[in-house]
């Protein structure tokens, strides 16, 4: 199992639909990998950080401790690269599959 937490902005000037966002990354991730919202004692591998706009201001430091890695979704972009909003899930999944692929390895 490899828990991935969520982490949302507030939602007060989104520019992508957040939730659908969402959705469509559990639908096209492998059963092995299961999405949470709940925080917990013991920090998550990976994160996803959904911004609705390029202000990112969930991007803080208590955030931040909520997982060793994060993937950082800002209106339409994924880590700083650009990209239209239909193609947002499927980057992320590639940057999950990838992350926990070089975690499983070391």
């Known amino acids: 199992m490899k828990l991935i937490g969520i982490k ?4 007060c000037n989104p520019h992508i639909d957040r939730a659908k966002l969402v959705q469509e ?7 092995e990998y299961i999405l949470t919202t709940e925080p917990s004692s013991n920090p998550c591998y990976i994160g996803i950080l959904i ?4 202000t990112a201001c969930v991007d803080k430091p208590d955030v931040r401790c909520l997982a ?8 339409n972009s994924v880590d700083l690269d650009n ?16 992350s926990a692929t070089s975690h499983d390895e070391s």
């Open 51 to 54: 911004c609705g706009c390029p």
């Open 8 to 11: 949302y902005c507030g939602g």
């Open 68 to 75: 060793r890695k994060w993937i950082v979704v800002t209106g």
């Open 83 to 98: 990209a239209p909003e239909e193609a947002l899930a499927d980057i992320v999944v590639r940057k999950l599959k990838l």
């Open 25 to 31: 990354i559990g639908k096209l991730l492998p059963p």
